[in-house]
């Protein structure tokens, strides 16, 4: 074989990957989709110092991947409680977010250079409560590990020109037998910054729904995690409960 033999193999080899992959993302999305869900979450942040911090906040969303809408609202402690975010997803673009906070009762837009910013004191960043539309980044299937236990695909997805975002790779651990994503691992330049571990899978209304998030980040040393509970799916829910008006009302 020459060297443009070489080459053309090559090429196709990975063009494979990049489709194989793009599927393995794309059959995962499919079985989780749902019209809505629902659920009270309860977290608990772990400072660097092993300090815990407890709060806890109900999550809504309406629509599928990529063109949703979401909004979390903190119940507990009393400093947080009735602080609330919009999320509003697009497929060819960053979301568009709108923080209320009762305390000071005014709403405001999150701009995407504040997005790496840690959202009220837990290890979420704004950004990494947007969805991931499969068509806002390239793949590539790198091999195969085991999470948990658990046999799973390892790809790499790189966001495209369109997709502003804080990371520059995110490596996706999705599991073989149900195509759920049990672990996330998102880098800035070629240094890890935040790992989400998802766990704890119960079947729900015949979709496998991990129960416990354990966002940890790598540059803070601390960690957060989130329990959820009262998770219901295809709960009936109204479009004008998901604008910025909705975000003042008291729940």
């Not at 977290?43 to 979390?72: N, T, Y």
């Not at 790779?169 to 800035?188: A, S």
């Not at 240094?191 to 979709?207: G, K, M, T, Y």
């Amino acid at each position: 074989m020459n060297r443009r033999q070489f080459a053309g193999v090559l090429i196709a080899a990975t063009a494979r990957a990049a489709e194989d992959s793009r599927q393995i993302v794309e059959e995962s999305q499919r079985r989780s989709r749902v019209r809505s869900e629902r659920y009270e979450g309860s977290l608990e942040v772990i400072s660097g110092h092993s300090r815990i911090a407890k709060k806890s906040w109900q999550h809504a969303r309406l629509g599928s991947f990529g063109d949703s809408k979401s909004i979390i609202r903190f119940t507990a402690p009393a400093e947080v409680k009735g602080v609330a975010l919009l999320v509003v997803n697009h497929p060819d673009r960053a979301s568009d977010q709108w923080l209320w906070t009762p305390a000071i009762n005014r709403d405001r837009r999150i701009a995407l250079q504040d997005r790496s910013t840690r959202f009220f004191g837990t290890d979420f960043s704004f950004e990494d409560l947007e969805e991931r539309d499969v068509n806002q980044y390239d793949y590539r299937l790198t091999g195969e590990e085991s999470i948990d236990g658990a046999a799973c695909w390892r790809i790499e997805a790189k966001p495209r020109q369109t997709k502003s975002s804080q990371y520059d790779l995110t490596r996706i651990w999705t599991r073989k037998d149900n195509y759920v994503p049990v672990q996330y691992e998102n880098f800035v330049k070629d240094q890890p910054a935040r790992r989400l571990h998802q766990s704890d899978l119960e079947h729900v209304q015949n979709i496998w729904t991990p129960r416990l998030l354990e966002m940890t980040d790598m540059r803070r040393n601390s960690c957060t995690v989130l329990r959820i509970d009262k998770l219901e799916y295809n709960v009936s829910m109204q479009e004008n409960d998901f604008t910025v008006q909705a975000l003042r009302r008291e729940q």
